[in-house]
């Protein structure tokens, strides 16, 4: 239940999200949990991209982080993190690093961390964010 009672199916957001998940055929409980937090974003069929709203969010989101989903934060900036989870090829990933990158900075380039769970292994590359009509053509 929500804070004030409330059924989550009566939200339109988390309705939006959900009804993605029925369209991509990706339900399942790992996902359903993934819709009660962060912005959602659908950057193709098979991968779909979560921001953090905050530090909580943001812990929340490395604990429902799962093998093979793609990792991000920003290096130099402070600002949240996302989880990605699907097919990521390297494009994806640039993509996914340009929409965290909108909510760290507008105006500068940002140098945004990328990993795939659970290797240690981190590239990084450095990303202007996305415009807003752009980014909302992604968001779930």
């Known amino acids: 239940p929500c804070p004030?009672?409330?059924?989550?199916?009566?939200?339109?957001?988390?309705?939006?999200?959900?009804k993605d998940l029925l369209q991509y055929e990706q339900l399942n409980l790992d996902e359903v949990e993934l819709l009660k937090l962060g912005r959602h974003f659908r950057l193709n069929s098979s991968?779909?991209?979560?921001?953090?709203?905050?530090e909580i969010e943001n812990k929340?989101?490395?604990?429902l982080a799962r093998k093979?989903?793609?990792?991000?934060?920003?290096?130099?900036?402070?600002?949240?993190?996302a989880i990605g989870r699907g097919n990521a090829d390297n494009f994806t990933?640039?993509?996914?690093?340009?929409?965290?990158?909108?909510?760290v900075s507008r105006d500068q380039k940002v140098r945004i961390g990328i990993r795939v769970?659970?290797?240690?292994?981190e590239d990084s590359i450095i990303v202007k964010s996305l415009n807003e009509e752009k980014l909302e053509s992604f968001r779930v």
């Open 47 to 54: 991968f779909k991209l979560v921001v953090g709203r905050n």
């Open 117 to 121: 769970i659970p290797e240690e292994k």
């Open 60 to 63: 929340k989101l490395l604990n």
């Open 4 to 18: 004030a009672g409330g059924c989550l199916l009566t939200d339109p957001g988390f309705s939006r999200r959900l």
């Open 93 to 103: 990933k640039e993509l996914s690093a340009q929409i965290l990158a909108r909510y």
């Open 68 to 81: 093979g989903d793609v990792y991000l934060e920003p290096k130099e900036l402070k600002g949240p993190v």
